[in-house]
Nanobody, 126 residues
Framework: QVQVAESGGGLVQPGGSLSLSCAVS????????AGWFRQAPGKDREFVAA????????SYADSVKGRFTISKDNSEDVIYLQMNSLQPEDTAVYYC???????????????????WGQGTQVTVSS
C-alpha cells in the first residue's frame, strides 16, 4: 500500500521560510507526478506545485511562483516544497499527493492524484 506522509510545517513570521517534506513509500514505479496542495480555513483546496518524475517538469500556482520550489531527493522518494518569503495568505494545511504520470495541463487537477498525505499545518503570523 502506498503511503504518503508530509512533515515540516510550523509557525513562521512573515518573510520567513519553511521546507516541507513528503515521504512516499510502497510503490516500485518512479514514473509519477507529485503535487502539493493547500487548504486554508473557509477556502477550497488549491493547487500549489507539482513535479513529474520522468522529465522533472514542474508547475506552480501563480500565487507562489518565484517563492516556492518543488524538488525531489536524488536517492529517496522524498518530495520537498521549499517555501520562501512566506506571507499570512500562505497559512493553510499543506497536503502532498501522488498520482500517475500526468500531462502538464493536468498537474493542477487534484482529482488526478491517487494518494494523499494527512497534511501539515503551516502558519505565517507575527
Amino acid at each position: 500500500q502506498v503511503q504518503v506522509a508530509e512533515s515540516g510545517g510550523g509557525l513562521v513570521q512573515p518573510g520567513g521560510s519553511l521546507s516541507l517534506s513528503c515521504a512516499v513509500s510502497g510503490r516500485s514505479s518512479r514514473d509519477y507526478t507529485a503535487g502539493w496542495f493547500r487548504q486554508a480555513p473557509g477556502k477550497d483546496r488549491e493547487f500549489v506545485a507539482a513535479r513529474r518524475y520522468s522529465d522533472r517538469s514542474t508547475s506552480y500556482a501563480d500565487s507562489v511562483k518565484g517563492r516556492f520550489t518543488i524538488s525531489k531527493d536524488n536517492s529517496e522518494d522524498v518530495i520537498y516544497l521549499q517555501m520562501n518569503s512566506l506571507q499570512p495568505e500562505d497559512t493553510a494545511v499543506y497536503y502532498c499527493a501522488v498520482g500517475p504520470r500526468l500531462i502538464y495541463s493536468s498537474f493542477a487537477d487534484g482529482r488526478r492524484y491517487t494518494y494523499w498525505g494527512q497534511g501539515t499545518q503551516v502558519t505565517v503570523s507575527s
